[in-house]
């Protein structure tokens, strides 16, 4: 069996992993509200009713109050973390989702596999899955549009102390990798990745859960009970922020199975483009106002959330982790806001489609990327003023 062949099928489980996994991990299954209001915590993921319909834990970010001249639309987030979605909440906080006559209503549905359900089942206008979650849905015959890309990498991470003195994947070798929990979505990316130099757990290295993060994790990595560590970027983040350096050992070729991004049925795109265009205009004058207004940009997600910058370190980590997850590849140099990386679907595709339906792969060209990646609007998303939008000020 080849290498290649090898690493697909040490992806089999991955899609469906990446696709019941909150896009941001660590957050699957809570739900906070924003600034001001109760915080509330989920222990099931939503079924095909919204929320909002079942009087359950939705929330409407803070901003202008709504007019009968707006357009009502609801968008859903995958987790409440509001440095991860400074720009949904700049949108809302600064007007700009209003300035396209738009009220957004911004709810939380724990996890990009529940999102997908309530866009295709039309309880929501929009949402924000990660792409393993719009890629299924896409499969399994329901026809969705990703507008734009917002976040282009992996959510995993996978770093080793520096005082390990590993430089490389087979330094790993005879080792134990660390993970968040035993049914960790990273689980079944550091299979792969290890396959990809030949290594199988159990026989070459071990797998141990250390959890998310902290100071337990923190520990078991310094007394050396494992010699790596994989799980959401922001917690491999959060042990740099506590002092522990790191030596990233992420292949390339694994980084660019994308993180969220704005996804809509067909039927409503069809029906709705201008609507569409305004809100992804919204969004990216969101986010290039946070691009020019960084300490600005900070004081309103503390604002929104101030339980994430209790520990300033962490804080900043996060906030370097999700500009990480937003750096488009080296090949989109120069390419307008939110164009697609079709190359890193293509790969994605390429090892999900390895092995059978059952053992959860998906089938040789089940998703269409002509249909999938929608790119007709991004010329009007990006047809704004950025200095204009720059020039803003956030009063709180």
Same mark, same amino acid.
């Given at each position: 069996?080849?290498?290649?062949?090898?690493?697909?099928?040490?992806?089999?489980?991955?899609?469906?992993?990446?696709?019941?996994?909150?896009?941001?991990?660590?957050?699957?299954?809570?739900?906070?509200?924003?600034?001001?209001? &109760? %915080? +509330? !915590? $989920?222990? =099931? *993921?939503? &079924? %095909? +009713? !919204? $929320?909002? =319909? *079942?009087?359950? %834990? +939705? !929330? $409407?970010? =803070?901003?202008?109050?709504?007019?009968?001249?707006?357009?009502?639309?609801?968008?859903?987030?995958?987790?409440?973390?509001?440095?991860?979605?400074?720009?949904?909440?700049?949108?809302?906080?600064?007007?700009?989702?209003?300035?396209?006559?738009?009220?957004?209503?911004?709810?939380?549905?724990?996890?990009?596999?529940?999102?997908?359900?309530?866009?295709?089942?039309?309880?929501?206008?929009?949402?924000?899955?990660?792409?393993?979650?719009?890629?299924?849905?896409?499969?399994?015959?329901?026809?969705?549009?990703?507008?734009?890309?917002?976040?282009?990498?992996?959510?995993?991470?996978?770093?080793?102390?520096?005082?390990?003195?590993?430089?490389?994947l087979e330094g790993l070798a005879g080792g134990v990798i660390g993970v968040s929990e035993p049914g960790g979505g990273e689980i079944p990316l550091v299979r792969a990745i290890m396959a990809s130099v030949d290594l199988v757990e159990g026989e070459d290295y071990q797998i141990l859960p250390i959890g998310e993060g902290g100071p337990v994790t923190f520990q078991a990595l310094e007394n050396g009970d494992a010699q790596a560590y994989s799980s959401s970027l922001f917690d491999v983040a959060s042990l740099e922020a506590a002092g522990m350096p790191l030596v990233q050992l992420m292949p390339e070729e694994f980084q660019?199975?994308?993180?969220?991004?704005?996804?809509?049925?067909?039927?409503?795109?069809?029906?709705?483009?201008?609507?569409?265009?305004?809100?992804?205009?919204?969004?990216?004058?969101?986010?290039?106002?946070?691009?020019?207004?960084?300490?600005?940009?900070?004081?309103?997600?503390?604002?929104?959330?101030?339980?994430?910058?209790?520990?300033?370190?962490?804080?900043?980590?996060?906030?370097?982790?999700?500009?990480?997850?937003?750096?488009?590849?080296?090949?989109?140099?120069?390419?307008?806001?939110?164009?697609?990386?079709?190359?890193?679907?293509?790969?994605?595709?390429?090892?999900?489609?390895?092995?059978?339906?059952?053992?959860?792969?998906?089938?040789?060209?089940?998703?269409?990327?002509?249909?999938?990646?929608?790119?007709?609007?991004?010329?009007?998303?990006?047809?704004?003023?950025?200095?204009?939008?720059?020039?803003?000020?956030?009063?709180?």
């Open positions: 069996m080849n290498r290649l062949t090898n690493r697909a099928r040490m992806w089999l489980a991955l899609l469906l992993a990446l696709a019941l996994v909150a896009a941001a991990c660590g957050g699957e299954g809570e739900t906070t509200t924003t600034a001001g209001a &109760t %915080d +509330t !915590t $989920q222990t =099931e *993921e939503p &079924t %095909d +009713t !919204t $929320q909002a =319909e *079942e009087g359950g %834990d +939705t !929330t $409407q970010a =803070e901003g202008e109050e709504p007019s009968g001249e707006l357009t009502p639309v609801t968008f859903a987030l995958t987790n409440q973390r509001a440095i991860q979605y400074a720009e949904f909440y700049a949108a809302d906080e600064l007007g700009f989702f209003a300035e396209e006559g738009l009220d957004v209503e911004i709810v939380i549905v724990s996890g990009s596999s529940a999102t997908v359900q309530q866009i295709v089942a039309g309880n929501v206008e929009a949402g924000n899955p990660s792409g393993p979650a719009t890629a299924q849905a896409s499969a399994q015959g329901n026809c969705v549009k990703q507008l734009f890309t917002i976040q282009y990498k992996n959510v995993f991470g996978l770093a080793t102390p520096e005082a390990t003195g590993i430089e490389s660019y199975f994308q993180g969220t991004s704005p996804v809509v049925t067909c039927d409503y795109f069809e029906a709705n483009q201008d609507l569409l265009a305004g809100l992804g205009r919204a969004i990216a004058k969101g986010e290039a106002w946070v691009d020019a207004n960084q300490d600005q940009a900070k004081q309103l997600t503390r604002d929104i959330e101030p339980e994430l910058w209790e520990d300033e370190a962490i804080g900043e980590a996060f906030w370097l982790a999700t500009a990480e997850l937003k750096t488009p590849p080296p090949a989109l140099e120069g390419e307008p806001y939110g164009t697609h990386y079709r190359e890193g679907w293509e790969l994605y595709l390429e090892f999900a489609s390895q092995g059978t339906e059952e053992e959860g792969a998906i089938a040789p060209g089940a998703v269409d990327l002509d249909v999938l990646l929608e790119d007709s609007l991004i010329p009007a998303i990006n047809d704004f003023d950025t200095e204009e939008v720059a020039s803003v000020t956030y009063e709180g």
